[in-house]
């Protein structure tokens, strides 16, 4: 489990005999305040321990499906068999600007990258395949890096490799996946990414999901010999509201 339960009742039951115990408090029942609520514990001193404990509280539904599953794709960890794909997404020259890349890749650093995938909160990023679940087949990639432990956060990136499978709501559908696994499984505060300025179709595509301009940065980007403003975007947990 990657995160903390909203509402422990194990741990709630544990607290209020705790407290019981410690004197804390006098009566054989508390009120625990919890993330996910306040929860009810009565319980009934016996010999030295305790009997006829009862937990009460609200039920809420806070998730439903397969965390990554959606309609038409799902998000899926690093396997070899990806090594080809890889290959050819890192070593396009028209996505090197996304990841701040100026060099090609070679298939035994990919394998290698493959192979050494580990926890976010080890590497402090994560990279998924979006795969179509019925045809089997991938058709991008999506990442969290500069994940930020303390303060709850971590950059999105997305990457879809064939433009045949653009405009299809693939990539819509992977960034509302990967937001409810940030903010449900690993805890995370806000999601955030940059955009080139005149990339209107991905800002659009971030602001439909309910990312918020916060600034620009002016100059930022070189491709080429121009230079590119960059559009920085937010997306805050609103579970957390």
């Known amino acids: 489990m990657e995160n903390e339960t909203l509402s422990c009742g194990t741990g709630a039951v544990a607290v209020a005999l705790a407290a019981h115990i410690n004197g804390d408090i006098q009566q054989s029942k508390a009120v625990i305040k919890t993330p996910g609520g306040k929860l009810k514990v009565s319980f009934r001193p016996d010999q030295g321990?305790?009997?006829?404990?009862?937990?009460i509280g609200p039920a809420v539904k806070v998730f439903e499906g397969n965390s990554m599953n959606g309609e038409r794709v799902q998000l899926r960890a690093l396997e070899p068999g990806d090594l080809d794909?890889?290959?050819?997404?890192?070593?396009?020259?028209?996505?090197w600007h996304l990841s701040n890349n100026s060099r090609p890749f070679s298939r035994e650093l990919l394998r290698s990258f493959i192979e050494s995938a580990d926890d976010i909160f080890v590497s402090r990023q994560m990279r998924f395949i979006i795969e179509l679940k019925n045809e089997k087949r991938s058709i991008g990639?999506?990442?969290?890096?500069?994940?930020?432990?303390?303060?709850?956060?971590?950059?999105?990136?997305?990457?879809?490799g064939d433009e045949d499978d653009r405009k299809q709501g693939?990539?819509?559908?992977?960034?509302?996946?990967?937001?409810?696994?940030?903010?449900?499984?690993?805890?995370?505060?806000q999601l955030h990414c940059s955009v080139l300025l005149d990339n209107i179709a991905s800002i659009?595509?971030?602001?439909n999901l309910g990312y918020v301009r916060c600034g620009i940065r002016k100059n930022w980007v070189r491709i080429g010999q121009e230079w590119k403003d960059e559009v920085l975007l937010q997306l805050i947990n609103s579970r957390e509201n």
Not at 49 to 55: T, V
Not at 141 to 160: E, H, K, S, T, V
Not at 170 to 189: D, P, Q, V
């Open 49 to 55: 321990g305790f009997d006829h404990i009862w937990l």
């Open 85 to 95: 794909d890889l290959y050819a997404w890192e070593n396009n020259a028209e996505y």
């Open 141 to 160: 990639c999506l990442d969290f890096y500069d994940f930020d432990p303390l303060n709850q956060r971590a950059a999105i990136g997305i990457l879809i």
């Open 170 to 189: 693939y990539a819509t559908e992977a960034l509302n996946i990967a937001a409810l696994y940030a903010f449900n499984f690993l805890g995370m505060h």
């Open 204 to 207: 659009r595509l971030f602001e």
